[in-house]
T-cell receptor, first 112, second 115 residues
Framework: RKEVEQDPGPFNVPEGATVAFNCTYS??????FFWYRQDCRKEPKLLMS???SGNEDGRFTAQLNRASQYISLLIRDSKLSDSATYLC?????????????FGQGTTLQVKP | NAGVMQNPRHLVRRRGQEARLRCSPM?????VYWYRQLPEEGLKFMVY????????ESGMPKERFSAEFPKEGPSILRIQQVVRGDSAAYFC?????????????FGPGTRLTVT
């Protein structure tokens, strides 16, 4: 089993739709969770950190489910500009130096 | 520009040559991470450095790859005797401190092509 798994998609949705992605992780000692957005041939850009209590930033909501070992990203009112690959990054537990373990990414295509 | 800086942005090397990739962390950051993204693959951790120290090199290939972060100047990822399989995008990230919880910000990357 991979350490961090994402459904690669693509998720094809119309503008205005709500879409959600999940990211599962295998190490129960994982401590920190992040969502990044990566456009084609560009660097990953930090979208948001994921806190135990959840995190919301405008149209984006991130949740953490420790019991089932996954994080989620919800995008409301999708825009054409949301089309990108969404990467989850996980930092593991004790002794960890902070290195991020990434999933393969989920591709989102928002259509007019 | 206070962001993470990497150069060169594109680098072409023939098989057997050396590649040197440079990274200057974001202002106020002293922790540097290198990641590699192979075509059609995910982003993989390579090495984590602080000034004059390699903290975690668990993701570095055993041979030909080395990294440093000197007291003065940028962090350098060095690949000796490059092979076609080294063709990839190499991203540097920086954080304010090390360990979990600290957010990492990525530079624009260096795209290495080995011919």
């Amino acid at each position: 089993r991979k350490e961090v798994e994402q459904d690669p998609g693509p998720f094809n949705v119309p503008e205005g739709a709500t879409v959600a992605f999940n990211c599962t992780y295998s190490n129960s000692a994982s401590q920190s969770f992040f969502w990044y957005r990566q456009d084609c041939r560009k660097e990953p850009k930090l979208l948001m950190s994921v806190y135990s209590s959840g995190n919301e930033d405008g149209r984006f909501t991130a949740q953490l489910n420790r019991a089932s070992q996954y994080i989620s990203l919800l995008i409301r009112d999708s825009k054409l500009s949301d089309s990108a690959t969404y990467l989850c990054g996980i930092q593991e537990g004790s002794g960890n130096t902070g290195k991020l373990i990434f999933g393969q990414g989920t591709t989102l295509q928002v259509k007019p | 520009n206070a962001g993470v800086m990497q150069n060169p942005r594109h680098l072409v090397r023939r098989r057997g040559q050396e590649a040197r990739l440079r990274c200057s962390p974001m202002k106020g950051h002293s922790h540097v991470y290198w990641y590699r993204q192979l075509p059609e693959e995910g982003l993989k951790f390579m090495v984590y450095l602080q000034k004059e120290n390699i903290i975690d090199e668990s993701g570095m290939p055993k041979e030909r790859f080395s990294a440093e972060f000197p007291k003065e100047g940028p962090s350098i990822l060095r690949i000796q005797q490059v092979v076609r399989g080294d063709s990839a995008a190499y991203f540097c990230a920086s954080s304010k401190a090390g360990g979990p919880y600290y957010e990492q910000y990525f530079g624009p990357g260096t795209r290495l092509t080995v011919t």
